[in-house]
């Protein structure tokens, strides 16, 4: 059913509590923390102007990161709210907590369309938790509640899901905000009936990770043009060799499965033809993770099925390229998520800067609606220029995945039926 939105709601001289997905990437400068893709603050800027415009006190929270229940500094929402006065052009109030007297008090000194922003919920325990009473502790500052954190909503938290239930209860409205709204019209509506030719381009590492996305979408999709690592399980299971290219091989039956599906359901689906190859040489380095570090030597293309013994696999070659791009062109809606290779090292980002141009190209001169479905498909057209050449790309990467294979989401089923 459809959800109550923002526009639908009379706010004036209101408490709006609004979540917002603030969790954007930091990185520490000279002892401070700074934002490096502030895409998710700046995509909630129309329905912050919408709220005060209308009058709203509008008070703002948020996670940042995985503090994990405790108060982490460099996880503080402080500098988010800096940023968010240079967006918006206006003064915005910061408290240092979510819940409590001390955040009382501010709210009942803002005045309609004040802003404020609230402290990392997640330094609570019980926000991850979806603890009843902290959840009531946040609505207490709410005489409604908008959620326009579409990239938090697969969470059942406390600040998503929980104070919805609690302004539900006390007959308050819980509204979805104009992100949330776009979010679920250009990955929901749009996708359910799609203009055909419907293109649908997944990459990246694990068949494990896509293969409920893969499974719906064959369900809609004209062609599935397939890249990335996850490759190499399809061919493992058409019998190829896949030398040290990253492999499930628990997963062949799976990937078996959904070939059989496309080819009993006339879908084009797609596996690279030739790919970029390297051979993979263990450093003294240690990852994150203690995981020695890959250094890949010997780059070259290899034009057969097969992957040399001694290689892996970690781009998609020319003529794949040139194969998935022709079908691009042909197509009147597009879905792109996933990487096709290991794009970050600018030796493996070919095939997936091709994608990305020949994605935008049918945008632009073609007319075709394409639509980014979060994540590293998103940072990659960002890092090749091209993210204001789509129709849309999405501020989720978890969430857009989730809602894609059709869960429905908590964040979103926990606020109001529009009448
Ligand atoms: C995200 O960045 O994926 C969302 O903000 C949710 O964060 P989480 O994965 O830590 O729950
Ligand atoms: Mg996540």
């Known amino acids: ?3 109550l939105t923002v526009n639908d709601l009379n706010v004036r001289g209101k408490r709006v509590l609004m979540r917002v997905d603030y969790n954007v990437p930091l990185d520490e400068k000279d002892g401070q923390m700074a934002i490096t893709d502030a895409t998710r603050i700046v ?7 919408l709220l005060i415009e209308r009058g709203a006190k509008v008070i703002l929270a948020a996670h940042l990161g995985r503090p994990k229940g405790k108060r982490e500094a460099s996880m503080s929402l402080r500098p988010v709210a800096a940023k968010l006065a240079d967006l918006l052009g206006r003064p915005v109030a910061f408290v240092d907590d979510c819940i409590g007297e001390k955040v009382e008090k501010t709210v009942g000194l803002l005045q309609p369309g004040d802003v404020l922003v609230l402290e990392n919920t ?5 926000e991850e938790a979806n603890n009843a009473s902290f959840a009531e502790e946040l609505s207490r500052v709410a005489d409604v509640y908008v959620n326009d954190a579409f990239g938090a909503a697969h969470r059942a938290h406390a600040s998503t899901e929980g104070v ?14 104009l992100l949330m709204e776009r979010e679920l019209k250009f990955l929901g509506d749009e996708l359910e ?9 997944l990459g ?15 369900e809609k999709a004209d062609a599935v043009l397939i890249g990335g690592a996850m490759a190499y399980t399809f061919r493992m299971a058409q019998g190829c060799r896949t030398g040290k290219s990253l492999v499930e091989p628990d997963k062949t039956d799976v990937a078996k499965a959904a070939l059989a599906k496309a080819k009993d359901r006339g879908v084009n689906f797609l596996l690279p033809i030739d790919d970029v190859v390297a051979t993979p ?8 993770k203690g995981k020695s570090v890959l250094n890949y030597q010997n780059v070259r293309v290899n034009r057969e099925l097969n992957c040399p013994e001694d290689a892996a696999g970690l781009d998609i070659g020319p003529a794949t390229v040139e194969a998935y791009a022709a079908e691009i062109a042909q197509a009147k809606t597009i879905l792109w998520n996933g990487p096709m290779g290991l794009f970050e090292d600018k030796r493996f980002a070919e095939g997936t800067n091709a994608i990305a141009r020949a994605v935008a190209e049918a945008t632009q001169t073609l007319g075709a609606k394409s639509i980014i479905g979060g994540g590293d ?8 220029g091209l993210g204001n050449q789509v129709s849309f790309m999405s501020t989720g990467g978890g969430a857009s995945l989730e809602f894609l294979e059709g869960k429905e989401l908590p964040g979103v089923a926990a606020l109001s039926d529009k009448f």
């Open 43 to 49: 995509e909630t800027l129309p329905t912050l102007r």
């Open 204 to 218: 990246g590492a694990k068949v494990s990770d896509k293969i409920q996305v893969i499974d719906r979408l064959l």
């Open 122 to 126: 997640r330094f609570y325990s019980e």
């Open 281 to 288: 040489v263990q450093t003294e380095n240690l990852d994150k």
């Open 193 to 201: 009936h799609p203009a055909r030719p419907f293109v649908v381009i």
């Open 377 to 384: 498909s998103v940072k990659a057209l960002n890092k090749a």
């Open 164 to 177: 919805a239930r609690a302004v539900t209860k006390r007959g308050g409205q819980c509204a979805a905000g």
């Open 1 to 3: 059913m459809a959800k």
